[in-house]
């Protein structure tokens, strides 16, 4: 494989990252605890001239560039998926910072571990590979789990972490014997290549008993049931500082894996893994939603609603067509903005020694903070669909797409699931608002200034986003050439 300069350009946004993240692991080895604040914002710093690139490197609509041999591809999917990488990312750091403070974990692995999970993140929604898509995956893969043992005082974190590990190396080799027996049956690594060759593989028995390996290893990542197992426990255990991170940013990375190994490499064998993913998406929205209504934990009540949202995106990507592809990277992108504000907002009115997990933790929060209690109600009806919020045109779309490719029986078992998980949002904003609380007085908010002032933007752009989703909608479009 032979050297382009020019192949630098366009993987520019990833080495700036890189580097800013190499300089900051150094600067962080001599700032005392107390100047971890620089740490930080070196850190927003990096993310935010990153995504200034990445903006600045955008390909003409229907273009794009391919790097290193078409290991590395920049594209406009690259390009909407990594500027919501970057920016769920650095939410996740406003987010996590006083918590993070609270409990003595506010450390310079904190910082570097997101910045290199942001960077595999990157990186996978370009690869143009099967080598490339693997090291990225491995890279935010490695990252997270590291993050939900960062507590290494919590017994319940580090349970946590070993099954997020195991399961996690589990998927991985799934993931990694389909990509053998796809390399096997066709003789190349490039996903162009492999897409090309499908229709003239000796032994398509092969390339079929592969492409079930990838489908599981794509559906642990994301989430779907019954690949789910890891993703309650880790939820609940990891602090909220680093829940708030994995339950946002690596959903758009999941996305972007699975667009890129199936539609990119195996489109040819869309017939056969629709119907998986149908079948898939089923699952997900049953147990999703019914194991749902059941938590008394927020936190783990939200994760297997993120079950059951994965199930809703699987519905864009039943029709194998770009209309449906936009539609699911447009729910990926709704889920993610909305779900930082739901997990958000337990890390804001978490305190030393109250974590603030349980639903009946919420009681009366509007009787001691009218205004927050609006932001959480605001989450939770998005999350459920509510018009008109931005999670309601969401799932309109991913519905639309699905009846467009014939599925009319799955958009009608999507509807039904999704009226009965409106019980356990409702649940929420119930206890909020009806309950009374245990301490009437007024609620002791952090002093830190920048993370009320984000989360409150955060949750008002999903009413915001509800009116103008056009826009967003359309730069989805024009990614895949619609």
Sequence with gaps: MSFNPNDLVAILPELI??????????????????????????????????????????????????????????????????????????????????????????????????????????????????????????????????????NRDSSVSAEAAIKYFVLGALASGLLLYGMSMIYGATGTLDLARISASIGQVE??????FGLIFLIAGIAFKLGAAPFHMWLPDVYQGAPTAITVFIGSAPKLAAFGLAYRLLEGGLGGLSEHWTLMLAILSVFSLAIGNLFAIAQSNLKR????????HVGFLLLGFVGASPAG??????????????????????????????????????????QRSPWYAGI?????????????????????????????AGFLWLAIVAIVFAIIGI????????????????????????????????????????????????????????????
């Design 376 to 404: 959480m109600a605001i989450a939770m009806f998005s999350l459920a669909g509510v018009p008109p919020l931005f999670g309601f045109f969401a799932k309109l779309l991913v519905l639309k797409a699905a009846i467009d």
């Design 301 to 308: 009540m939200l994760a297997y609603s993120t079950i059951s």
């Design 325 to 366: 592809f936009s539609a699911a990277m447009f729910y990926a992108i709704s889920y993610s903005l909305t779900a930082a504000v739901a997990f958000g907002m337990i890390g804001l009115l978490a305190r030393k020694g109250f974590e603030c997990e349980e639903i009946e933790d919420f009681k009366g929060l509007n």
């Design 17 to 150: 990252l890189l580097g800013a993240t190499c300089a900051i692991l150094l600067i962080d080895l001599f700032l005392k605890p107390s100047q971890r604040d620089v740490t930080h914002w070196m850190s927003i710093a990096a993310l935010a001239v990153s995504a200034c690139f990445v903006w600045q490197g955008a390909p003409a609509a229907g273009q794009g560039l391919s790097a290193f041999n078409g290991m590395f591809l920049h594209d406009g999917i690259s390009v909407v998926l990594k500027q919501f990488v970057l920016l769920m990312s650095g939410l996740s750091l406003f987010y996590g910072r006083n918590y993070m403070r609270e409990r003595q974990l506010l450390i310079g692995e904190y910082y570097l571990l997101i910045l290199f999970a942001t960077l595999g993140m990157m990186l996978l929604v370009s690869a143009g590979s099967l080598i490339s898509a693997y090291l990225g995956l491995e890279l935010l893969a490695l990252s997270s789990y590291a993050l939900v043992a960062l």
């Design 203 to 208: 032994h398509p028995g092969w390339l079929a």
């Design 423 to 482: 019980y356990y949002y409702l649940r929420v904003v119930k206890v909020m608002y009806f309950d009374s609380a245990a301490d009437a007085s007024a609620l002791p908010l952090p002093s830190d200034v920048p993370l009320r002032w984000v989360i409150s933007l955060n949750g008002l752009a999903l009413i915001v986003l509800g009116f103008a989703w056009g826009p967003l909608f359309d730069w989805c479009n024009r990614a895949f050439g619609i």
